[in-house]
């Protein structure tokens, strides 16, 4: 998995592509970690739907500039989606988790080519993955815990959606006026924590804090090798397959890989490897602060959120 993750990559590289290279590797990489196992039957339409998905939020994302009205509207949407996939649950959830994520990081990384090229790369990096994820990840047992959609009938769940939607304005509002590299890193941090009940983020919150800053810190550091593409590529290649052996049960530790990976992934890196590392741990910092000042607007607990 590790290795066709970064095939696209490394082929970028030897003909002269990197950046479309680099783009299919990020979208086999986001959907190669969707699905720690997959249903039975059905697996096919499964896995092109999310892939599909991710792509579309990508594109979307590489289609807006940061700090229009465009930029916001999107972020609403990778708020709202992510939302409905927490509540939701099931096997789509991580992927729409992914797609949001892949929506802010893709802000501003337009490669040579223009913005067809950058879905169209993207999309064929996860259609690959594809392949590979229905070969090698095992299929459950049982599926996944799923939940009910009641937005209208429950208050929790509206708060809950109140609170992605805040967190995801006021981080892109706050990025639209921060410099660096990434700075949309910001809302897709603090998203990243955001569960329905202020226990449950809470949790998140600790499991990932210390694995997401240092992350963070890794992906500056392995970031500054950008200028040395293959030994880039191979760096990120061993985190993917660190992470793909560690687990998503392991939450620390795969946070900390699946932030280094991702912000590993960029077209536009620009500075010394301290300035690119000291903002991303800020920026890290900063969006999970802005979720922590949603905490009173959640539910206690998953039963007080059913019952309110």
């Known amino acids: 998995?590790?290795?066709?993750?970064?095939?696209?990559?490394?082929?970028?590289?030897?003909?002269?592509?990197?950046?479309?290279?680099?783009?299919?590797?990020?979208?086999?990489?986001?959907?190669?970690?969707?699905?720690?196992?997959?249903?039975?039957?059905?697996?096919?339409?499964?896995?092109?739907?999310?892939?599909?998905?991710?792509?579309?939020?990508?594109?979307?994302?590489?289609?807006?500039?940061?700090?229009?009205?465009?930029?916001?509207?999107?972020?609403?949407?990778?708020?709202?989606?992510?939302?409905l996939g927490e509540l939701k649950g099931g096997y789509l959830r991580l992927p729409i988790a992914l797609g949001a994520l892949a929506y802010f990081l893709s802000v501003g990384q337009v490669p040579a080519g223009g913005i067809t090229a950058y879905g169209l790369s993207f999309l064929a990096g996860t259609l690959w993955a594809g392949i590979f994820v229905s070969l090698a990840i095992p299929t459950a047992t049982s599926p996944p815990e799923s939940g009910r959609l009641a937005l209208a009938a429950d208050p929790g769940q509206r708060?809950?959606?109140?609170?992605?939607?805040?967190?995801?304005?006021?981080?892109?509002?706050?990025a639209s006026l921060i410099p660096g590299t990434h700075p949309c890193w910001l809302p897709a941090a603090g998203l990243r924590v955001m569960k329905p009940t202020r226990q449950q983020t809470l949790y998140r919150m600790?499991?990932?804090?210390?694995?997401?800053?240092?992350?963070?810190?890794?992906?500056?550091?392995?970031?500054?090798?950008?200028?040395?593409?293959?030994?880039?590529?191979?760096?990120?290649g061993s985190l993917v397959f660190a992470m793909l052996m560690i687990g998503a049960k392991k939450?620390?530790?795969?946070?900390?890989?699946l932030t280094a990976i991702a912000l590993a992934f960029n077209l536009q890196a620009d500075g010394s490897v301290l300035a690119i590392t000291a903002n991303r741990v800020l920026l890290t910092i900063g969006g999970i602060a802005l979720a922590a000042l949603i905490l009173p607007l959640l539910a206690g607990t998953a039963a007080s959120a059913r019952k309110a």
């Open 251 to 257: 939450y620390a530790p795969w946070s900390f890989c």
């Open 206 to 236: 600790r499991a990932r804090g210390l694995g997401t800053t240092l992350g963070a810190a890794a992906g500056g550091l392995i970031l500054g090798l950008s200028p040395v593409p293959w030994l880039h590529a191979a760096l990120v």
């Open 159 to 174: 708060r809950f959606a109140a609170g992605m939607v805040a967190v995801s304005l006021a981080g892109s509002g706050l």
């Open 1 to 83: 998995m590790a290795l066709a993750i970064i095939a696209p990559w490394v082929a970028g590289i030897a003909a002269g592509a990197t950046s479309h290279g680099m783009v299919a590797s990020f979208g086999a990489y986001l959907l190669g970690v969707s699905f720690p196992r997959l249903p039975p039957s059905g697996r096919a339409p499964l896995l092109f739907a999310s892939a599909i998905a991710i792509s579309l939020f990508a594109t979307l994302g590489a289609s807006v500039s940061l700090g229009s009205g465009l930029f916001f509207a999107g972020a609403v949407i990778a708020a709202l989606a992510q939302c």
